[in-house]
């Protein structure tokens, strides 16, 4: 039975993937070498962070007072009893990008749909980043995520030491299902010195 759902939920997968104007965590057309990837990667993530300003300006406090934030410009989402999801960001320390993130989701439960949406996790203090940075973090089923809108980050705070935001921007998704989502992180190397 587990097997016939695992295949279910595989088989939406890759039929949404197909689908014309479908929600994907990739790009379209994705970069050929890692370079040109991590460049279109950082451009997907400043466009997300000037989004998440425009939806809600009083998210800005966030960016400015936390210790760092990680922030993914597309996570995909695709379930139906069972559920996935993955997407890749870049972590910034003082404003500047130190690493980068990858996140991944498993889910049980009701669902049905495929999303795609920006996350942005903030760190209260360095404590906080560090816990992220040391690698294998994750929020089990309880976690608190803040859909962002207008005002919503202006009476939002952390938890944990953590704040997160999720703005949606394609897709559907209809859940009542339990989960976690992992995150793993990457430490950009140090420039050399002249």
Same mark, same amino acid.
């Given at each position: 039975?587990?097997?016939?759902?695992?295949?279910?939920?595989?088989?939406?997968?890759?039929?949404?993937?197909? /689908? $014309?104007?479908?929600?994907?965590?990739? $790009?379209?057309?994705?970069?050929?070498? $890692?370079?040109?990837?991590?460049?279109?990667?950082?451009?997907?993530?400043?466009?997300?962070?000037?989004?998440?300003?425009?939806?809600?300006?009083?998210?800005?406090?966030? &960016?400015?007072?936390?210790?760092?934030?990680?922030? &993914?410009?597309?996570?995909?989402?695709?379930?139906?009893? /069972?559920?996935?999801?993955?997407?890749?960001? =870049?972590?910034? =320390?003082?404003?500047?990008?130190?690493?980068?993130?990858? +996140?991944?989701?498993?889910?049980?439960?009701?669902?049905?749909?495929?999303?795609?949406?920006? =996350?942005?996790?903030? &760190?209260?203090?360095?404590?906080?980043?560090?816990?992220?940075?040391?690698?294998?973090? =994750?929020?089990?089923?309880?976690?608190?995520?803040?859909?962002?809108?207008?005002?919503?980050?202006?009476?939002?705070?952390?938890?944990?030491?953590?704040?997160?935001?999720?703005?949606?921007?394609?897709?559907?998704?209809?859940?009542?299902?339990?989960?976690?989502?992992?995150?793993?992180? +990457?430490?950009?190397?140090?420039?050399?010195?002249?």
């Amino acid at each position: 039975m587990i097997k016939k759902l695992f295949a279910m939920s595989l088989a939406l997968v890759f039929a949404g993937a197909l /689908l $014309p104007g479908s929600v994907s965590a990739q $790009p379209v057309k994705p970069a050929k070498d $890692p370079v040109a990837q991590r460049a279109v990667l950082h451009k997907d993530v400043l466009e997300a962070i000037e989004n998440f300003k425009k939806s809600d300006p009083s998210m800005d406090r966030f &960016f400015k007072q936390s210790a760092g934030y990680a922030v &993914f410009a597309r996570v995909g989402k695709a379930g139906l009893i /069972l559920g996935t999801g993955a997407g890749d960001g =870049e972590v910034f =320390e003082k404003g500047k990008v130190v690493g980068m993130a990858s +996140t991944g989701y498993a889910t049980i439960g009701l669902q049905a749909g495929i999303q795609e949406f920006s =996350e942005v996790l903030f &760190f209260k203090d360095t404590a906080a980043l560090e816990r992220f940075k040391q690698g294998n973090w =994750e929020f089990a089923g309880g976690a608190s995520i803040v859909i962002v809108k207008a005002g919503a980050a202006g009476s939002a705070d952390y938890s944990n030491g953590v704040a997160v935001f999720a703005k949606p921007s394609g897709g559907a998704m209809a859940e009542a299902s339990l989960g976690t989502q992992k995150f793993s992180y +990457t430490a950009d190397p140090a420039p050399a010195k002249k």
